[in-house]
Protein backbone atom coordinates (compact mmCIF):
# COMPACT_ATOMS: atom_id res chain seq x y z
CA UNK A 1 0.00 0.00 0.00
CA UNK A 2 1.41 3.45 -0.87
CA UNK A 3 1.76 5.99 1.59
CA UNK A 4 0.54 9.82 1.01
CA UNK A 5 0.71 13.25 2.08
CA UNK A 6 -2.84 15.12 0.92
CA UNK A 7 -2.47 18.70 0.45
CA UNK A 8 -6.10 20.40 0.26
CA UNK A 9 -7.30 24.15 0.77
CA UNK A 10 -8.73 25.75 4.19
CA UNK A 11 -12.07 26.71 2.93
CA UNK A 12 -13.18 23.76 2.06
CA UNK A 13 -11.99 20.74 4.79
CA UNK A 14 -14.68 18.34 3.75
CA UNK A 15 -12.85 17.98 0.35
CA UNK A 16 -9.73 16.99 1.88
CA UNK A 17 -11.64 14.33 3.86
CA UNK A 18 -13.57 12.98 0.79
CA UNK A 19 -9.87 12.88 -1.65
CA UNK A 20 -8.95 11.14 1.63
CA UNK A 21 -11.65 8.28 1.01
CA UNK A 22 -10.66 7.84 -2.83
CA UNK A 23 -7.38 7.72 -2.10
CA UNK A 24 -8.32 4.56 0.68
CA UNK A 25 -10.58 2.99 -2.66
CA UNK A 26 -7.43 2.79 -4.40
CA UNK A 27 -5.33 1.67 -1.66
CA UNK A 28 -3.46 5.03 -1.06
CA UNK A 29 -2.86 5.12 3.04
CA UNK A 30 -2.80 8.56 4.23
CA UNK A 31 0.05 9.53 6.46
CA UNK A 32 -1.11 13.76 7.07
CA UNK A 33 -3.15 16.49 5.68
CA UNK A 34 -2.06 19.90 5.37
CA UNK A 35 -4.89 22.45 4.86
CA UNK A 36 -3.15 25.61 3.25
CA UNK A 37 -4.36 28.99 2.36
CA UNK A 38 -4.14 29.87 -1.43
CA UNK A 39 -5.05 33.41 -1.83
CA UNK A 40 -3.13 33.80 -5.11
CA UNK A 41 -1.83 30.65 -6.68
CA UNK A 42 1.79 30.31 -7.60
CA UNK A 43 3.13 28.87 -10.85
CA UNK A 44 5.99 27.17 -10.07
CA UNK A 45 4.25 24.93 -6.99
CA UNK A 46 0.10 26.48 -6.44
CA UNK A 47 1.44 27.36 -2.98
CA UNK A 48 4.07 29.62 -1.67
CA UNK A 49 7.59 28.12 -1.83
CA UNK A 50 7.97 28.36 2.05
CA UNK A 51 4.92 25.82 2.40
CA UNK A 52 6.33 23.76 -0.13
CA UNK A 53 9.55 22.58 1.17
CA UNK A 54 7.86 21.92 4.70
CA UNK A 55 5.09 19.73 3.13
CA UNK A 56 8.12 17.93 1.54
CA UNK A 57 10.07 18.07 4.34
CA UNK A 58 7.01 16.06 6.07
CA UNK A 59 6.67 14.10 3.57
CA UNK A 60 10.68 12.54 3.60
CA UNK A 61 10.31 12.76 7.37
CA UNK A 62 7.09 10.24 7.07
CA UNK A 63 8.60 8.28 4.09
CA UNK A 64 5.54 9.10 1.97
CA UNK A 65 5.36 7.85 -1.86
CA UNK A 66 3.08 10.01 -2.86
CA UNK A 67 1.95 13.58 -2.52
CA UNK A 68 -1.86 14.48 -3.70
CA UNK A 69 -3.55 17.61 -4.07
CA UNK A 70 -7.09 18.77 -3.85
CA UNK A 71 -6.23 20.88 -6.43
CA UNK A 72 -5.61 20.54 -9.99
CA UNK A 73 -1.97 20.84 -11.01
CA UNK A 74 -0.65 21.88 -14.27
CA UNK A 75 1.90 19.86 -15.60
CA UNK A 76 4.46 22.10 -15.06
CA UNK A 77 3.91 22.48 -11.46
CA UNK A 78 3.17 18.88 -10.85
CA UNK A 79 7.35 18.44 -12.29
CA UNK A 80 8.46 21.00 -10.23
CA UNK A 81 6.99 18.68 -7.02
CA UNK A 82 8.51 16.31 -8.26
CA UNK A 83 12.07 16.99 -9.08
CA UNK A 84 11.86 18.69 -5.53
CA UNK A 85 10.27 15.89 -3.66
CA UNK A 86 11.55 12.61 -5.58
CA UNK A 87 8.12 11.27 -5.28
CA UNK A 88 5.22 10.46 -7.49
CA UNK A 89 2.72 13.74 -7.17
CA UNK A 90 -0.88 13.34 -8.32
CA UNK A 91 -4.08 15.26 -8.12
CA UNK A 92 -7.71 14.93 -7.49
CA UNK A 93 -8.42 13.92 -11.10
CA UNK A 94 -5.69 11.21 -11.27
CA UNK A 95 -7.01 9.93 -8.61
CA UNK A 96 -10.38 9.74 -9.64
CA UNK A 97 -9.09 8.40 -13.46
CA UNK A 98 -7.19 5.57 -11.53
CA UNK A 99 -10.55 4.87 -9.40
CA UNK A 100 -12.13 4.19 -13.18
CA UNK A 101 -9.14 2.34 -14.14
CA UNK A 102 -9.09 0.21 -11.51
CA UNK A 103 -12.78 -1.09 -11.93
CA UNK A 104 -13.09 -0.94 -15.36
CA UNK A 105 -14.10 -4.16 -16.80
CA UNK A 106 -13.42 -3.90 -20.33
CA UNK A 107 -10.03 -3.36 -21.86
CA UNK A 108 -11.93 -0.62 -24.04
CA UNK A 109 -12.71 0.84 -20.55
CA UNK A 110 -9.44 1.16 -19.17
CA UNK A 111 -8.04 2.72 -21.82
Do not use: H, Y
Request: one cysteine or more.
Amino acid sequence: MDKAILVGTKDEPRLILELQELCDSIGIETITTFEVNITKPTAAWLIGSGKAEEIIETALDFEADMIVFNQELSPSQQRNWERASGLCVIDRQEVILEIFAQRASTREAAL
